[in-house]
């Protein structure tokens, strides 16, 4: 069943990430990047990770999605398709990249990767699931987050500052 | 299901590389980065799976670091574009030197 459900989800996943690329219009691509997002969010409750998919459908499918879709109406973005792809040598050297990249990729997975990982992972998906039955879906990653990760996270709150003044400062017309 | 899981992530890695490289409009090429960054998380959440609940942890941090690169790569296409009406990459020549 679970699997199924996986190829389910990773079949519309592929599928949105393709309309992402070959999109006539911006909105188009937009929207098929939020069939993936979602897919991903699936996939992410299918690995137990119910914060995280939750988080991905607010902050990325809503939030930061909708913050590309207010750009692209207050642009009034052409649809100039032709345009837009580059054609020519740089298409073919982009897919010779491409390839060289899933070939890496595909060697580093299946390789090393999947079986390179200790153990069977049966211990520490146990363990994951001890903590989530003790402290719940969102104490399992807030515990950590707030003791042994705290610097990383307050420096993730500046960055957030920082980026808010930079977009408020670069968006800001000169007078 | 792991093997599964690392092999969509690679191939929505894949498709946003191919996107970068392809497409021309800015807001496309944003698009296809947070691809590539989602296929990235979908790594560390499987990986989390078989090591522990630190490569959640970094999912988190990911995320906040895409939004905070999305407001201020928007924020850049929309000052370019307010000064040449463009958001064609190859029309972005003012920052070479």
Same mark, same amino acid.
């Given at each position: ?175 | ?12 890695? *894949? ?14 090429? @944003? ?8 296929? *990235? ?18 999912? @988190? ?10 407001? *201020? ?7 370019? @574009? ?16």
């Amino acid at each position: 069943m679970t699997e199924i459900v996986f190829v389910l989800f990773a079949v519309v996943a592929v599928g949105g990430a393709i309309g992402v690329v070959v999109g006539r219009s911006p909105v188009a691509s937009l929207l098929s990047m939020i069939a993936t997002l979602a897919s991903v969010a699936g996939i992410y409750v299918l690995f137990e990770a119910h914060f995280l998919a939750a988080i991905q459908v607010l902050v990325y499918a809503g939030a930061i999605m909708v913050l590309f879709l207010f750009v692209i109406m207050l642009l009034n973005l052409g649809h100039d398709y032709r345009a837009d792809v580059k054609y020519g040598l740089w298409y073919l050297l982009s897919l010779v990249v491409v390839g060289l990249t899933a070939g890496a990729l595909l060697q580093g997975f299946m390789g090393t990767g999947a079986t390179g990982v200790r153990g069977d992972g049966a211990a520490a998906a146990a363990a994951i699931d001890a903590v989530v039955a003790e402290k719940g879906v969102v104490g399992a990653i807030a515990d950590p987050l707030f003791t042994d990760y705290v610097v990383a996270f307050e420096l993730t709150g500046l960055l957030l500052l920082v980026a808010i003044v930079a977009a408020v400062v670069l968006a800001k017309p000169r007078t | 299901m792991l093997t599964q899981a690392l092999l969509l992530s690679g191939a929505l890695f *894949v498709i946003g590389t191919l996107g970068v490289m392809v497409r021309r409009n800015a807001i496309i090429i @944003f698009l296809c980065i947070e691809l590539q960054l989602n296929a *990235v998380n979908l790594a560390f959440v499987a990986l989390s799976r078989y090591t522990g609940i630190e490569g959640q942890l970094f999912v @988190f941090f990911v995320m906040t670091v895409a939004a905070a690169e999305a407001a *201020v790569g928007l924020a850049i296409i929309i000052s370019i @574009f307010r000064h040449h009406e463009t958001v064609n990459v190859d029309k972005f020549n003012f920052l070479k030197w």
